[in-house]
């Protein structure tokens, strides 16, 4: 990819957008960026991106658009609305939506731009602001593959596991799996750390064990050690993997199958939303469960 010619937007500038599209203004690309709150994108334009006022002027101005925002409603403004990407998409140019939303509105997406001559893809990712900050995402893309090809250099900057899905809304299915996998996980995280708590065990140590055998897992390594220090600030906002499991649920419905974990760990992060943690990270689910267990 010329370095030089090629021109990247992004929208959306939270705990991940704001490292991923570091890391392409780092490797050398023009970048042009918005966000609802400006503020967000001063570390942004301090690297060089260029403010734009809208997602449409950031798609006028840029051959590729990455999105990084929060809820489907976010993604449907910020493709569809009034000043909207889709308004300044023809023929050649790319957008690629990162944020984590139905794999139904990844499709309308892709239709929409295929109507401009236009390509898209469907790319979410998985790792949280620790993989966000360290350019190792899993990153998960549905769409054309030779699109995919195109992107996949700029993707090797994000992430360290990339991988082609399949078609439009692939990789929103997908990213549902995963989010299906840590749902059920979490709680079986937290609860570990409840009962060896209660057993009198010294945390650092049963997690040396158990992270080493068969209960290994991305959660031990990186949230558990969290909880026991007390972090419950976000990688990952309650709040955001509330509405996941919402989706996924739906998509479970729509296919006409049943998915019992996934509904209870959604009703156990529904309680740690009551308790006013929507904005803590997802391992804040220990929060609720202690107070199940009646541990202060």
Same mark, same amino acid.
């Given at each position: ?123 979410? #990712?998985?790792? %949280?602001?620790?993989? /966000?900050?360290?350019?190792? &995402? *899993?990153?998960? =893309?549905? $769409? ?113 199958? #049943?998915?019992? %974990?996934?509904?209870? /760990?959604?009703?156990?992060? &529904? *309680?740690?939303? =009551?308790? $006013? ?20």
């Amino acid at each position: 990819m010329d370095k030089q010619s090629l021109k990247l937007g992004w929208i959306g500038t939270g705990v991940m957008g704001t490292p991923m599209f570091g890391h392409l203004l780092s490797a050398g690309f023009k970048g042009y960026v918005h966000s609802r709150t400006r503020s967000k994108a001063a570390g942004l334009t301090e690297k060089g991106a260029v403010w734009c006022d809208s997602p449409q002027q950031v798609a006028e101005a840029s051959d590729i658009v990455f999105t990084m925002v929060g809820y489907p409603n976010d993604v449907k403004q910020v493709y569809f609305g009034e000043n909207g990407i889709l308004r300044s998409m023809y023929t050649g140019k790319t957008v690629v939506d990162m944020t984590t939303t139905s794999p139904q509105l990844a499709i309308e997406i892709y239709q929409a731009a295929s109507q401009k001559g236009a390509f898209a893809l469907d790319a979410p #990712v998985s790792g %949280g602001d620790i993989g /966000a900050r360290n350019g190792t &995402l *899993s990153i998960m =893309a549905g $769409g054309d593959h030779d699109v995919f090809e195109n992107i996949k250099p700029l993707f090797e900057l994000l992430g360290k596991k990339i991988i082609h899905t399949g078609g439009a809304g692939s990789g929103q299915h997908t990213k549902m799996a995963n989010q299906i996998t840590i749902a059920s996980t979490m709680v079986g995280v937290c609860e570990s750390l409840i009962y060896g708590f209660r057993a009198g065990l010294d945390m650092e140590t049963m997690l040396k064990a158990i992270g080493g055998g068969a209960a290994a897992c991305w959660t031990i390594d990186n949230l558990a050690p969290r909880i026991t220090k007390g972090d419950f600030e976000p990688g990952f906002f309650v709040d955001h993997f509330i509405k996941d499991m919402g989706i996924a649920l739906v998509e479970a419905e729509r296919m006409g199958i #049943v998915l019992p %974990g996934l509904a209870l /760990a959604h009703q156990l992060y &529904l *309680s740690v939303k =009551a308790k $006013g943690y929507g904005k803590k990270g997802t391992q804040a689910l220990m929060l609720a469960l202690k107070d199940l267990s009646g541990i202060t």
